[in-house]
């Protein structure tokens, strides 16, 4: 049997799930990035809030190129299982929010037509960090981005702010309904960057022709902020087949999920929204602060683990975090280098949050791979690591930790000559990567790459660039992983953050 109409009356009956929902009132909302962490967050929130109050606040997802979810979702009446995996069991639910869904690289004109029509109210979205076309050195929208002048000089919009801009033309030249644009995405004051990238690429539109788009958003629209956070693993031919046994019925698209998660949003909304605190939500003025505990101490933190994991050789964030050296690494950096950067939100315990988060890594359930986590760090490190960074070298300490961060990463995407770095290693995806491996090819040591990267290239921003004791540190890390294996540079650097070793004085600014 596979997953249609029957799923509806098979997840009644079926102890493992729990009821979908039948039929929204219609779709208010848009999602840009159909992928498996809305599937698994989003979506979840928006179930909880229509079962609470029901409401037109069905779903109408976008997939940016990829077809596989669009087309299971056609075929299984638009409904998929949502897995809750401990190591207590496994749990499902089935959302049910989905009305549409389509490609936007097959139908770009559709996502225009979409955001320009009065009965959506909210766009959402989860693109990655990669899909906001900015530069990370100017932090302003990347007018170079092929993407970008392609939609600047007209036709059907490929690039995600180049969809959101000409979409918001469309309903102000239409009839002008007031809409919220919300990112679910790790980015600081994901609401505010996203209304500039929106605004820089309407203001960039020749003569006045964006005059009437740019007063509409002053008037009607609203980029609230928001902070998501939950673990998504990739799913797995063994996911389907557990799902499907305890389903009785054939699922091709079962996201994986962790007990845990969090959505923390600024109530900024137009035109009305779902009653998400019913799946949890936290409506609040501190979604900043929010957003630094979790990009800094759960995302920074997990880079780490994930590039050390996968240097000695691990598949898992929780094998990982299960040896001493690591979690001891990730202790340290958490507490001594990425906690004094975070103003912690009202009423949150950090004691608390902290310890969720090494029983979240310890999921050994859930078995999170270190090749996804520290895939695309060129994009991820410059919003977990260089305010933290920053902050202490102001403080005239060295954040020996973060700097292994960095160590680690290009270890793991730009080893130098002779070293292999693991097959961990090898499976991350970044688009820096070619650029990244060009530059280890042509340089005699970690000190060299660690300059071109971080102050030829800029990867981690401009002030970094300009932290001659932080990249000489980097490069000293480089040096040791190589030369004395990843344990070594562990073990020097959580000594050298604990003031518990007074080791090298270099001009690396080691203590």
Not at 449 to 459: G, K, N, S
């Amino acid at each position: 049997m596979t997953i249609n109409a029957d799923l509806r009356m098979l997840s009644r009956t079926t102890p493992a799930a729990t009821a979908p929902l039948v039929n929204p009132a219609g779709a208010g909302i848009l999602h840009l990035g159909l992928g498996s962490f809305h599937r698994a967050h989003q979506a979840m929130y928006t179930a909880a809030a229509l079962q609470k109050e029901g409401g037109s606040w069905g779903i109408v997802g976008v997939a940016s190129r990829s077809r596989t979810v669009v087309e299971a979702l056609r075929a299984q009446d638009f409904l998929y299982s949502v897995a809750t995996i401990s190591p207590a069991g496994t749990t499902l639910a089935i959302p049910g929010v989905h009305s549409d869904a389509f490609v936007a690289a097959d139908q770009p004109e559709r996502v225009v037509a979409h955001i320009a029509d009065p009965a959506i109210r909210i766009v959402t979205l989860t693109v990655t960090e990669n899909g906001y076309s900015y530069s990370a050195s100017t932090e302003h929208l990347d007018l170079d981005d092929p993407s970008v002048r392609a939609d600047l000089a007209g036709g059907a919009p490929r690039s995600t702010i180049g969809q959101l801009a000409r979409g918001l033309q469309a309903r102000a030249a239409g009839a002008g309904e007031p809409l919220s644009v919300l990112s679910c995405d790790n980015l600081a004051a994901n609401g505010k960057h996203t209304e500039k990238l929106v605004r820089e690429f309407l203001q960039a539109l020749p003569g006045g022709e964006a005059s009437d788009a740019l007063a509409f958003l002053d008037r009607a629209v609203t980029f609230p902020s928001s902070m998501v956070d939950r673990i998504v693993p990739a799913t797995t031919p063994q996911l389907r087949n557990e799902v499907g046994t305890l389903l009785g019925a054939r699922d091709e698209i079962p996201v994986p999920g962790e007990p845990f998660s969090m959505w923390a949003i600024e109530d900024r909304f137009a035109a009305g929204r779902p009653a998400w605190e019913a799946g949890g939500a936290v409506f609040t003025d501190e979604v900043g602060r929010y957003e630094q505990m979790k990009v800094r101490l759960l995302n920074g933190t997990h880079s780490l683990i994930a590039y050390l994991g996968a240097l000695r050789g691990v598949a898992t964030i929780p094998e990982a975090i299960g040896l001493g050296g690591i979690e001891d690494a990730a202790r340290s950096v958490m507490r001594r280098e990425y906690e004094p950067s975070v103003e912690v939100p009202t009423g949150v315990d950090i004691r608390e949050y902290e310890g969720q988060l090494f029983e979240r890594w310890g999921n050994s359930a859930l078995g999170h791979r270190t090749s996804q986590v520290g895939s695309d760090g060129s994009v991820k490190l410059r919003q977990r690591i260089p305010e933290p960074a920053l902050q202490a070298l102001g403080r005239g300490e060295m954040p020996h930790l973060i700097a292994l961060t960095v160590a680690g990463y290009l270890s793991c995407l730009a080893p130098l000559p002779g070293f292999d770095p693991g097959i961990e290693a090898a499976a991350m995806t970044d688009s820096a990567r070619e650029r990244l491996a060009a530059f280890s090819a042509t340089v005699r040591d970690g000190g060299e790459l660690a300059l071109r990267v971080i102050t030829d290239l800029q990867l981690f921003g401009t002030a970094l660039a300009h932290q001659d004791a932080f990249i000489a540190r980097v490069g000293e890390l480089v040096d040791m992983i190589r030369t004395r294996g990843v344990d070594a540079a562990i073990t020097d650097a959580v000594s050298a953050s604990s003031g518990t070793s007074s080791a090298l004085t270099t001009k690396g600014g080691r203590r």
